[in-house]
């Protein structure tokens, strides 16, 4: 399922493609097998509308200690949960935290750095699955360095 | 006629190139006027060259083909794909295993990745659904239709 609650409007065009070369279609019997992927013809769904404060505009937050507070509805004020996003226990007293689009939905998780360790949360719930769902990386770093994160590429 | 030179094994089967071809596909020799190859019979046959994809509205009634419409920023959608999944869904008579293969990454493994576009051009690897985000890539098939 799809919440369009939080995307932005505009047209988004959608395909499905199989993924293997071994999807083999129409193969017939006795005859040398050839492999082939299928894709579908693209459509399309178009958002429209939308509420100004579940836009992709950036929103402040605040971290201490593996607790991190997020002002979800981007009113500047700490509504609580639902309206924000209360996340406890992701992280501890020394760690870095991280924000970033780990899984390249759009959105912004969050994620935690200590001397080369990384905890990314990956499905973006708030809490640490393991790796997976998450995402852990480990000696990518050392005591005492800086974490930096970017779309390199 | 299509040209498998250099993808004689492998090629994606699109419907741009085979809607409207279906049936019986032989081997041709342009050195002898594009005619059937003797002795060779056909090589595939083309039943369905498609994968159709719609996306459906699950809170309107029997979850209503909402597909090329504009829908308000908050619908839920879910995607169907209703077709040409049988090889899927009965492995042994028409390939192997391509799910929890060894060997094959997160990324690799499954049978479908559901393409999501932005206008930006970014490509959409998950979607939300509430607070949960939900991946698009290496789809495990289950059923027919498949939602």
């Known amino acids: 399922m799809w919440n369009t609650s939080t995307y932005p409007p505009g047209t988004y065009t959608v395909s499905v493609e199989s993924k293997l070369n071994n999807m083999q279609f129409n193969y017939l019997s006795g005859s040398s097998p050839y492999y082939g992927r299928t894709v579908s013809q693209p459509t399309t769904i178009t958002l429209v509308g939308g509420n100004p404060s579940t836009s992709t505009a950036t929103k402040i937050g605040i971290y201490k200690d593996g607790i991190w507070y997020l002002d979800v509805n981007g009113n500047g004020v700490w509504d609580g949960a639902p309206s924000d996003t209360l996340v406890t226990a992701f992280g501890m007293p020394g760690w870095t935290p991280l924000v970033g689009d780990w899984n390249g939905d759009t959105k912004t998780e969050i994620g935690i750095y200590k001397d080369g360790t990384w905890y990314l949360d990956m499905n973006g719930n708030g809490a640490w699955n393991g790796d997976p769902p998450d995402k852990l990386v480990t000696y990518f770093g050392m005591p005492g360095w800086t974490p930096v994160i970017g779309k390199w590429s | 006629m299509i040209d498998l030179t250099g993808r004689a094994t492998y090629f994606t089967v699109s419907q741009f190139e085979f809607e409207g071809h279906e049936g019986n596909w032989y081997l041709v020799a342009n050195t002898m006027n594009n005619i059937a190859k003797p002795g060779v019979g056909a090589v595939f046959n083309v039943k369905s060259p498609r994968l159709n994809l719609t996306i459906r509205n699950p809170d309107q009634y029997d979850g209503a083909d909402v597909s090329g419409t504009s829908v308000p920023i908050g619908t839920r ?15 042994f008579s028409f390939r192997g295993p391509v799910y929890h293969q060894t060997g094959y990454g997160a990324n690799s493994d499954g049978y479908l990745d559901i393409k999501v576009k932005c206008e930006n051009g970014t490509t959409l690897t998950r979607l939300y659904d509430n607070q949960l985000s939900w991946t698009l890539i290496a789809l495990n098939v289950t059923t027919q239709p498949y939602t």
């Open chain 2, 77 to 91: 959608l879910q995607f169907q794909i209703d077709n040409n999944l049988y090889p899927v869904l009965v492995p």
